[in-house]
């Protein structure tokens, strides 16, 4: 009938458009089809996440309560497998407009607790305001109960409380008072991210083969004691890789019931494409580039629920999925929109991700989450790496402008001009990415780190950012805390004040004598230098005890399979098989230190202009009264300006407290050797709620310096060059673990190509200087001032902190007011 009616129908006088089919022969859908639809959910889920509040979800914790009440009997990497695969397989899951599919929670921008971690900060802050990078958690008087019956529980089992009585039993240290004093802060109650897991080996042979090799391992194994370890980790490997292969088909066994049920013939057809993917990835070798951006997500997923935390860096993403893209565009014609389509897809999911662990941690990172993208860097055979995925991830992130992922530039003369203008491009988006990282130095650094470990050059060049400013070898390197973060201007606040803190009135520093009895600058920074020392004796014995603790409670089986060693020794990540270690601990208000021995040394000891006596009564009192004082103190020699003497005093408090922490003999991983790793995240902030008055004029309680060798705010008054000489010498690059720097441009001096070869050459002077990192606000002080007075209308106001970016209006005042204080430089 339909035919009869068509051929005797009249003919239309002119020819009319018609639209294009959504559907290819095959009856799925068409890649155009299939780009709009990535292109529209990206849009849409991220105008979602920039109104919507984050959530706990406390789905988790009852099935935590349950594994660990049913399972005491199994041995805990076992028992922590069994939680990850009764998570997988009975967590809510969801399918939203994302063709990507695949959340850590129940519900969108939710976030989990990991109270065997540390229960402490839940019983104490359950009334606190919570906020992560999202802006304000929500918890309902329900999820609080859980919360809280969950902390009771492993309230003595947590590795916190187990570092804790560890510490006091053997070594007679508890860290309460140092840590309310603003010292240091622990490890063990805060998960931590993975550093980079081996992606492109786990994507390209899929679980299903990596599964069968663990089984035959399994098998090879001697039923000895001496291998009770060994056979314990790979049942548990076993189970947690099936347990993520179980939960992909799962969202395939969704995507079906979905489909379905749904009447719109173009979702019924994108929700069978789901199901196809998930029943095929991460099982399989990807077929196509959606599938290996899909088995990508499922193993990142993997880690960030068994283990949520800071630094669980992609690496380099677009170059190990280069050879999908490659092959999908040789034989299907996969474009580079359809590519950038599919990345929007997944800079989304990352960007929804978040986690909430306590006061204390969400003020040193804001939300952080170190999902770092590296572009660039060198090939095993020391040629420009740069791919075409590597070009595209960049126009991927100057189309989101999201905080989350973080980009990186592994730079080298060697990078082409035109990725380097499209860098440029993304900087003047005023993001705040990319972040720049000299490849050659970071090459050394490894090299020198990991020289007992066997590193060859072929590893070396294959070097990432894992997180914030870290580094190691992209697929083989663990992240990993000795401890915390310890305050080197409370070292010298603890110095002034012969050992006591002037905030809580504990004495735990040294007692290095009176310092109104100095007689020269040698004499303070003796006594300095002495509370560095005993800052290290006494936290790094702790550290030490905190992994023992964390190896203890927390093994994780997963991620652990997932790094280049574990599978290979049979054993997990804190158990010291991984091939390499980011093995630290973080080091921040160098820069204050510097600044404030600078000033003591001019004021008093050279120009004698105040006694040492009234500046000491100037900072007990916060300079009131003492303004004539303080005068004194902001216009002395400061870090910044190029000058020869403060530029050596910088190198001197660093090299200092490298020597002072090498001189205790901690090596709990063996020759994977701890290392000081220099940067403050929003630290910086943290630690200045903390810390009085010093003599640099900092003011009780506000901020301290970002980065290691970034100028304090307003200091610099030399000009950008003078700038980036000082930073480069700030410290040893090669030697410590990070280097970390900020520059804040306003928008105007990167205008035209000039602008941007202006800003390439400030880059390339200080990479040749020995610089290590460099990373800039593009963002004029005003526009910062005005969203603070009305944050409303700048939701999506993005800027630098210190190693990441985050949205301007949702960060604490502490840290906007830093920013905005940042010297705004031009050319």
Not at 399 to 409: E, K
Not at 624 to 629: F, I, L, P, R, W
Not at 733 to 756: C, D, E, R, W, Y
Request: glycine share 8%.
């Amino acid at each position: 009938m339909a035919t009869t009616l068509a051929q005797t129908s009249p003919q239309p006088p002119f020819p009319t458009a018609r639209a294009a089919s959504p559907f290819a022969d095959d009856g799925g859908l068409t890649r155009e089809t299939q780009r709009r639809r990535c292109e529209e959910a990206a849009a849409k889920i991220k105008e979602f996440l920039l109104d919507a509040p984050q959530t706990v979800d406390t789905e988790r914790l009852p099935i935590l309560l349950e594994t660990y009440r049913t399972q005491a009997h199994e041995p805990i990497v076992v028992l922590r497998a069994k939680l990850f695969e009764t998570l997988l397989r009975r967590k809510t899951l969801f399918i939203d407009d994302n063709p990507l599919v695949g959340t850590v929670t129940s519900r969108p921008a939710g976030v989990y607790v990991f109270p065997e971690w540390g229960a402490e900060w839940i019983l104490k802050e359950l009334d606190q305001p919570m906020q992560s990078h999202l802006g304000h958690v929500g918890i309902t008087g329900e999820e609080k109960a859980l919360m809280q019956e969950a902390a009771r529980f492993f309230e003595e089992r947590s590795a916190e409380a187990k570092a804790r009585a560890l510490s006091r039993q053997l070594n007679g240290f508890d860290p309460a008072e140092a840590v309310a004093a603003g010292l240091f802060t622990e490890t063990a109650p805060y998960t931590i991210g993975a550093g980079n897991v081996d992606y492109e080996t786990f994507i390209g042979k899929g679980l299903g083969a990596i599964i069968g090799e663990t089984e035959e391992r399994l098998k090879a194994v001697p039923v000895t004691a001496e291998n009770s370890a060994k056979i314990d980790f790979y049942r548990a490997a076993l189970i947690s890789l099936r347990a993520l292969i179980h939960l992909a088909h799962r969202y395939a066994d969704l995507a079906t019931t979905l489909a379905g049920e749904t009447s719109d013939p173009v979702r019924h057809a994108e929700l069978l494409e789901i199901a196809e993917v998930c029943r095929h990835v991460p099982e399989n070798p990807p077929r196509t580039f959606r599938e290996a951006v899909q088995s990508w997500w499922f193993l990142h997923l993997g880690i960030q629920i068994e283990q949520s935390g800071c630094g669980s860096s992609p690496g380099r993403l677009g170059q190990y999925l280069e050879p999908y893209y490659q092959a999908d565009k040789a034989a299907n014609g996969l474009t580079a929109e359809d590519a950038v389509g599919w990345f929007k897809c997944l800079f989304v999911k990352i960007l929804e991700y978040g986690y909430y662990q306590g006061l204390i941690n969400a003020r040193q990172v804001s939300g952080h989450t170190g999902h770092t993208i590296n572009l660039g860097g060198l090939d095993a055979d020391g040629r420009d790496a740069t791919g075409e995925l590597d070009y595209l991830l960049l126009d991927t992130q100057i189309a989101m402008h999201n905080i989350q992922p973080t980009i990186t530039i592994l730079y080298h003369d060697g990078l082409k001009e035109d990725f380097l203008l499209k860098a440029v491009d993304l900087e003047r988006t005023g993001l705040g990415q990319p972040q720049w990282l000299n490849n050659r130095i970071v090459m050394e650094r490894l090299l020198v780190r990991h020289a007992k470990n066997g590193i060859t050059l072929k590893d070396a060049r294959n070097c990432i950012n894992m997180s914030c400013v870290g580094t190691g070898v992209a697929g083989k390197t663990a992240f990993l805390h000795e401890n915390g973060t310890f305050n080197l201007a409370k070292c010298l606040e603890l110095a002034l004040n012969d050992g006591r803190d002037p905030g809580t009135g504990h004495l735990v520093g040294a007692r290095t004598g009176n310092p109104r009895d100095f007689t020269d600058f040698e004499q303070v920074f003796a006594a300095y230098s002495a509370q560095v020392g005993h800052l290290f004796a006494t936290i790094r014995p702790y550290g030490s005890l905190s992994n023992k603790a964390l190896g203890e409670t927390v093994p994780p089986a997963f991620r652990s399979a997932m790094y280049g060693g574990c599978l290979e020794r049979g054993r997990h990540v804190f158990d010291g098989a991984t091939d390499y270690y980011l093995y630290f601990v973080i080091s921040t208000a160098g820069i204050d230190v510097a600044n404030s021995l600078s000033t003591i040394r001019h004021l008093v000891f050279e120009k004698k202009a105040v006694t040492m006596a009234r500046l000491l009564d100037a900072l007990a009192a916060d300079f009131a009264g003492y303004e004539d004082v303080l005068a004194l103190c902001l216009k002395a020699p400061k870090h910044g300006n190029g000058e020869a003497a403060t530029d050596a005093l910088v190198r001197r408090v660093y090299d200092d407290s490298m020597e002072r922490f090498r001189a205790v003999d901690e090596k709990f991983y063996g020759d994977h050797i701890a290392n000081i790793e220099a940067y403050s995240l929003s630290i910086h902030n943290y630690f200045g709620l903390l810390t009085g008055a010093l003599p640099n004029g900092h003011r009780r309680g506000s901020p301290l310096t970002d980065g290691s060798v970034s100028a304090t705010p307003g200091t610099d008054r030399a000009g950008p060059l003078a700038l980036v000489a000082s930073a480069a010498q700030g410290l040893d690059t090669v030697q410590f673990g990070s280097n970390h720097f900020n520059m804040k441009f306003h928008p105007s001096a990167l205008s035209g190509i000039g602008g941007a070869r202006k800003l390439l050459s400030l880059i390339k002077t200080y990479m040749d200087q020995n610089g290590s990192h460099i990373q800039f606000n593009i963002v004029s002080s005003d526009t910062l001032r005005d969203a603070q007075a009305h944050p409303d209308a700048y939701k999506g106001l993005t800027v630098r902190v210190a190693g990441f970016s985050a949205y301007f209006t949702r960060l604490h005042k502490g840290v906007q007011d830093e920013i905005i204080a940042r010297t705004e430089l031009n050319f």
